[in-house]
């Protein structure tokens, strides 16, 4: 029985080739599935998911082909190829831009760029915070629909040029007033940079998240939008119940309170520069 087997298996495996495998080759494997799986989870709830399918459709239609020799078809297949990967990258051109933008957002290389270092003066104050959090919520009081956004290193020029131009202070009673019904600023978004507002009625992208709740209306969807291709935070005040969410990161968050708010706030804050300063004087003094 054992000569038989191994003379079985001796027949249909003499030609075929089992390639040695070697602990980096394991190490490999394993990183291209985790970043594989990665992009399918990325595009899983985007229109790329929908192209994606179809792309898979296409291919196995050509694999079928090559299966039961149809060569008319392979062969306009073949010619066709760079056209369909120019096209694919036409098409997944938004998914692309957001994915590298968000590679971009890593903050790897943060200690040793110079560039980075102007930040730091850029990021608001305690006094800031605690506008925003009041104003937000004496706005939901009222149900009284706004739409705020907190820009962090990703500029927003682009989408700054879609609204009116400010340079003002923040605070809670211009915020209040900015939002108010029936004034001309009140419809669309505002930014913050650092402690000012630069502009207001600014018109944001809309996320194309298949997976968002029928309830959320536009301004929700807009923040959502807005932070999947930067990495700002936006908050949202809604004007059917007054609830205060938060979008960061592809990720909305609903109904927060004021403290939720308030610790949102001061985890994008910057304090590292300020936690060093101090450091290095305790240090000189010790």
């Not at 595009?43 to 079928?64: H, P, Q, V, Y």
């Not at 990703?154 to 879609?162: K, S």
């Not at 202070?169 to 940079?193: C, M, W, Y």
């Not at 018109?203 to 939008?225: C, V």
């Amino acid at each position: 029985m054992v000569d038989w087997m191994r003379s079985f298996f001796d027949n249909y495996t003499q030609d075929m080739y089992f390639p040695s495998i070697q602990v980096m080759d394991v190490v490999e494997i394993l990183i291209i599935t985790v970043i594989v799986y990665e992009i399918m989870l990325w595009i899983k709830n985007t229109k790329a998911w929908m192209l994606l399918r179809g792309i898979i459709m296409l291919a196995l239609f050509i694999l079928l082909a090559w299966i039961f020799r149809m060569h008319t078809i392979l062969f306009l297949a073949a010619q066709t190829i760079n056209v369909l990967a120019i096209a694919a990258v036409v098409v997944f051109q938004p998914e692309l831009r957001r994915a590298l933008e968000k590679l971009g957002e890593r903050n790897l290389f943060s200690n040793i760029n110079p560039f980075d270092k102007n930040r730091e003066n850029e990021r608001f104050s305690d006094a800031t915070a605690e506008s925003i959090v009041t104003a937000c919520y004496e706005m939901g009081s009222v149900c009284t629909g706004a739409l705020i956004v907190v820009e962090q290193a990703i500029r927003l020029n682009e989408y700054e040029m879609t609204g009116i131009e400010l340079d003002c202070k923040v605070s809670s009673q211009v915020l209040i007033n900015i939002f108010e019904h029936n004034t001309p600023l009140h419809d669309g978004a505002i930014i913050i940079r650092g402690d000012r507002i630069t502009s207001a009625t600014c018109y944001l992208p809309l996320s194309d998240n298949m997976s968002i709740s029928k309830e959320l209306g536009t301004r929700h969807r807009a923040a959502l939008g807005m932070s999947e291709v930067c990495d700002a935070l936006v908050i949202v005040v809604s004007e059917e119940t007054g609830m205060v969410s938060v979008a960061m990161s592809g990720r909305l968050t609903r109904g927060i309170s004021r403290e939720e708010l308030r610790q949102r706030l001061s985890q994008i804050q910057y304090r590292k520069s300020e936690q060093k300063r101090l450091t290095i004087r305790k240090g000189w003094r010790r």
